[in-house]
C-alpha cells in the first residue's frame, strides 16, 4: 500500500509538472545542433532525439560515399550527444524547480 502511495505521490507531482512547466523545460522545443570534425556536415535534433535537418555542404559531398558517410555520422554522434546533455541538464534544473532530489537534484541525471 505504501508503495502505492509513493508511486501516485511521484506520478503527481510529474503530472502536475508537465502541465505547469515553461516551454524551455519540453524535449520537443529544444533542437540541437551537431557538426562533423571539419564542419562541412550538419545534423539539428530535437531534445527527444528526433532529427529536424541535415545539411551537407558541396565541398563534404565531393570527398565521395563513404567519407561523406562518416562526416554525416559524426554530426549525427556529436548531435545526439549534446541533445542527452542538453536535456539532463534541464531535467536537473526541473527536479530543482520541483524540490525533488535535495540540492544537488539527486535524481542522477
Known amino acids: 500500500m505504501i508503495f502505492f502511495f ?3 505521490f511521484i506520478f503527481s507531482r510529474f503530472r502536475f509538472a508537465q ?19 571539419d564542419e562541412t556536415v550538419r545534423v539539428v535534433m530535437t531534445g527527444a532525439q528526433e532529427p529536424r ?9 565531393s570527398q565521395g560515399a563513404e567519407k561523406l558517410s562518416e ?5 549525427m ?9 542538453g ?9 530543482q524547480t520541483l524540490g525533488l532530489g535535495g540540492p544537488g537534484g539527486g535524481l542522477g541525471v
Not at 71 to 75: D, F, I, P, Q, S
Request: hydrophobic share 45%; charged share 25%.
Open 6 to 8: 509513493i508511486v501516485f
Open 71 to 75: 562526416l554525416v555520422n559524426e554530426a
Open 19 to 37: 502541465v505547469s512547466l515553461p516551454l524551455p523545460f519540453q524535449n520537443h522545443s529544444a533542437e540541437f545542433e551537431g557538426y562533423s570534425s
Open 87 to 95: 536535456m539532463k541538464a534541464r531535467m536537473k534544473e526541473m527536479a
Open 53 to 61: 535537418s541535415v545539411d551537407i555542404t558541396e565541398e563534404a559531398h
Open 77 to 85: 554522434k556529436d548531435a545526439h550527444f549534446k541533445s542527452v546533455e
